[in-house]
């Protein structure tokens, strides 16, 4: 059996190996532990829809995304990105307060992704300016490599 402990120790090391929370304090890394949830999905699902609200931020646990976005002079959204194990999305919604600007569609079966929600992020990111301002940046980047892309 996998104890309730033994299940915290492993999404605390392995958030510790996720780039992003490296430097995050350990009560407060522990905290997101106790309030994320875990997500399962198979190969070709959607996990985000473009254009939808969304108060969630994921971190992959296991498997593999891929993520589409509409683009103009193309009928279909087209593929500009691959996500695997310890990557995140969903921090645009979150940081901009917009909708969601891109497609995230699962590209493995029995993908695993870590599920904080939008008050545990503003709690996890808020409180951390160096988070705060990294994720900032890399948010205006992907505004910026979407104008080049021709993105709707
Ligand atoms: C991109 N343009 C846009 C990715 C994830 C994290 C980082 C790249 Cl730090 P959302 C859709 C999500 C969005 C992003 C993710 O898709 N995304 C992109 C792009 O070129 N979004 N607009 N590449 S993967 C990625 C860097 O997380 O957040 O809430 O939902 O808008």
Do not use: W
């Not at 009560?27 to 985000?48: H, P, R, S």
């Not at 990105?81 to 990557?87: A, F």
Request: hydrophobic fraction near 35%.
């Amino acid at each position: 059996m996998r104890t309730i402990q033994a299940r915290h120790e492993e999404y605390f090391s392995f958030l510790r190996s996720v780039s992003l929370l490296r430097e995050l304090p350990e009560e407060k890394l522990a905290k997101i532990v106790d309030c994320l949830e875990v997500d399962y999905f198979e190969k070709g699902e959607y996990i985000i829809r473009e254009g939808e609200e969304g108060n969630t931020f994921f971190i992959i646990a296991k498997g593999e995304v891929i993520v589409t976005q509409r683009t103009e002079g193309f009928a279909e959204p087209q593929e500009i990105n691959t996500l695997g194990v310890g990557d995140y999305f969903g921090e645009k919604a979150l940081i901009s307060e917009d909708v969601r600007s891109a497609n995230i569609i699962c590209n493995e079966n029995d993908t695993h992704c870590l599920v904080v929600d939008r008050e545990n992020f503003n709690q996890m990111v808020g409180t951390y300016e160096e988070l705060q301002a990294y994720l900032k940046e890399y948010v205006e980047e992907l505004s910026r490599s979407d104008e080049r892309r021709n993105a709707l």
